[in-house]
């Protein structure tokens, strides 16, 4: 089963208002969440790296005062795409860090098709 | 710049060839690579990791790593339609944090 919950899986929405997208890890913490932009035919792209109780760390490019991200607690990181343009249009995905016995694992959630009209 | 490079494809085999997936990356000091299964519209589903160099096998899938090439391929034996998707490279480097470095993907076409 998924070890990474994503929501909503779609979204549609209107020129200039805003969409919370949320990504909650199951059965373990997460100190940790990446979340990523995916354009048709293209590779992931690291947004940010968003770190529970502190500020995110946004990569090159990526405004953070258009999306903002919030990790209150170990299992809920959620980004907000404000004032949304069609050019925000995207697949949105989130990851998170699962230690294992042998190595650090990346899960994904199911991601979310944003589609501003 | 951290880079990973793969041929877009598409890369068309009939059912029941081996399909052969390549990888190249740009950071030697890179440690850990991964390869992913995403199908159109979802998110990408973990098939292998390797870390060292040689073959790595699991079911029908065999993952290969040459660091002094700086290259990791991935080989699909008995490659069915349902393994039709984009397969996407990713490559860790050295240091505590888990951030990979993602290809562009290869899309696979198995056809009957």
């Known amino acids: 089963g998924a070890v990474v919950s994503q929501h909503p899986s779609r979204v549609i929405c209107k020129s200039g208002t805003s969409v919370k997208i949320e990504c909650r890890s199951l059965?373990?913490?997460?100190?940790?969440m990446f979340w990523y932009r995916q354009f048709p035919k293209q590779s992931l792209m690291l947004m940010a790296t968003?770190?529970?109780?502190?500020?995110?760390?946004?990569e090159q490019g990526v405004e953070k005062d258009k999306f903002l991200i919030n990790h209150a607690s170990l299992t809920l990181s959620t980004l907000t795409v404000t004032s949304a343009h069609p050019e925000d249009s995207s697949f949105y995905i989130c990851?998170?860090?699962?230690?294992?016995?042998?190595?650090?694992?990346?899960?994904f959630g199911q991601g979310t098709r944003l589609t501003v009209v | 710049q951290k880079e990973v490079e793969q041929n877009s494809g598409p890369l068309s085999v009939p059912e029941g060839a081996i399909a052969s997936l390549n990888c190249t990356y740009s950071?030697?000091?890179?440690?850990?690579f991964f390869w992913y299964r995403q199908y159109s519209g979802k998110s990408p589903e973990l098939i292998m990791f390797i870390y060292s160099n040689g073959d790595k096998e699991d079911g029908r899938f065999t993952a290969q790593l040459n660091k002094a090439s700086q290259y990791v391929s991935l080989l699909i034996r008995d490659s069915q339609p349902s393994d039709s998707a984009t397969y996407l490279c990713a490559v860790k480097g050295s240091g505590g944090s888990y951030i990979p470095t993602f290809g562009r993907g290869t899309s696979l076409i198995v056809h009957p």
């Open positions: 059965d373990f913490q997460a100190t940790t």
């Open positions: 968003s770190n529970e109780g502190s500020k995110a760390t946004y």
């Open positions: 990851s998170a860090p699962r230690r294992g016995s042998t190595n650090t694992e990346a899960f």
């Open positions: 950071d030697r000091g890179s440690q850990s």
